[in-house]
């Protein structure tokens, strides 16, 4: 009964987060920045709350301390995950563009002036929908005037900064292509 009640639980909170959009857009002066919003915090402190309430159940209810001590150690493990709404963000102005991951992805961060850029693929994979019909994360690769590739790898941040990129891309005079990847059958 505890494991069902659990899984409920847990499934009901990823459920209602799915509901809300979990990123912002800030304009400061000419500068666009994406980030992670409060949501996204509150339903990190939210699943731990949940997780502490689980485990005082098993220990007090349940007595079983070993599974109280289980819930408990799950909160630092949802900590690792704060690493991601701390540190990644896009930011786009009419000059550079600013990606910054968390570690250990940290070598996908990038200042890349949009002049340095000589094409671009816009790279959409398929995602599936937990509770929803299946959405696309956008990632991009581009090719910059000395020959090198810069990959920017999809993620949730850099999906909701797509118009912007796209934007500026497109007025700077950046060819874009596009590549589509389904979900494998």
Request: net charge positive; charged share 20%.
């Amino acid at each position: 009964m505890f494991k069902l009640a659990f899984t409920i639980a847990f499934l009901f909170l990823l459920w209602l987060q799915s509901l809300f959009t979990q990123t912002e857009h800030v304009i400061r002066g000419d500068v666009h920045v994406f980030r992670y919003n409060g949501v996204a915090w509150f339903f990190l402190a939210l699943i731990a709350l949940v997780l502490v309430a689980f485990a005082e159940v098993a220990r007090r209810l349940l007595k079983d301390r070993g599974l109280a001590l289980i819930c408990l150690l799950m909160i630092p493990l949802m900590g690792l995950t704060s690493l991601q709404l701390l540190y990644e963000r896009v930011e786009v102005s009419a000059e550079l563009l600013v990606r910054r991951r968390e570690p250990p992805h940290t070598q996908f961060n990038v200042d890349l002036p949009w002049k340095e850029i000589q094409a671009a693929t816009k790279v959409e994979h398929e995602k599936p929908g937990l509770f929803a019909p299946s959405f696309y994360n956008v990632g991009y690769e581009f090719i910059l005037r000395d020959g090198q590739r810069q990959e920017l790898p999809s993620n949730t941040v850099l999906t909701h900064a797509q118009e912007e990129v796209d934007r500026v891309l497109a007025a700077h005079g950046i060819p874009m292509a596009r590549r589509k990847i389904p979900i494998p059958p």
